[in-house]
């Protein structure tokens, strides 16, 4: 079957890095995908990844290894506002989203 | 660019009652919509895949006639939940695709409540 692995809830604290791993097995791939979502909100597009190595935004960068079936989210200069929760995704070879449950990201002052 | 406009944001209704979402692309154009479900603390659940001018596909398990979606134009999709229970009560939310690398957009959301 087809599964996205990432942790459930991580705390860091304001100013600090945090990374978010994500593992996954999917029949194929064309792309894996970082959502940021608020509580009560829908997701907002933060990277996306095709190919192996990193992707730099900002403050946010996101890493690919498609051999290990792998992807972190790096989070630098943390701030309250990153309080959110952090969903990977990776479109399988049918072009479908598979979605993890996703990261409850708790930044503590 | 590429926003993805939702509404109603927040709707409350009677059961046996039915419910129109709409989800519109502002400034692009969308062949393919998406709608998803999704349950307090759990993750996004894909509903159905809208495609302009043709039949949405439907997800295992998701009825596609309590669920009703159309696709009638390249910038609108709408959902309707045709007579709503308590348990049809989540937050729906659509998506459309720009095409490029496959990038999902995102509605705000609506949250269903149903009495």
């Known amino acids: 079957g087809q599964n996205i692995d990432q942790p459930t809830e991580m705390t860091a604290t304001e100013g600090a890095i945090v990374q978010i791993n994500c593992t996954y097995q999917?029949?194929?791939?064309?792309?894996l995908f970082w959502y940021q979502q608020h509580a009560g909100e829908a997701p907002t597009f933060l990277s996306y990844?095709?190919l192996d190595g990193l992707e730099e935004k900002g403050r946010f960068s996101s890493f690919l290894s498609r051999s290990k079936g792998y992807s972190y989210l790096l989070l630098k200069e943390l701030q309250m506002k990153d309080s959110a929760s952090y969903l990977c995704a990776v479109m399988d070879s049918n072009y479908q989203l598979i979605w993890g449950a996703g990261t409850k990201l708790i930044i503590k002052p | 660019g590429a926003v993805v406009s939702q509404h109603p944001s927040w709707v409350i209704c009677k059961s046996g009652t039915s419910v129109k979402i709409e989800c519109r692309s502002l400034d692009f154009q969308a062949t393919t919509m998406f709608w998803y479900r999704q349950f307090p603390k759990q993750s996004l659940m894909l509903m159905a895949t809208?495609?302009?001018?043709?039949?949405?596909?439907?997800e295992q398990g998701v009825e596609k006639d309590k669920f009703l979606i159309n696709h009638a134009s390249l910038t609108l999709s709408t959902l309707t939940v045709t007579s709503a229970h308590p348990e049809d009560s989540s937050f729906y939310i659509c998506s459309a695709g720009t095409g490029d690398g496959n990038i999902q957009y995102f509605g705000a959301g609506t949250r269903l409540s149903v009495l």
């Open positions: 999917t029949s194929g791939f064309n792309g």
């Open positions: 990844n095709v």
């Open positions: 809208s495609n302009e001018g043709s039949k949405a596909t439907y």
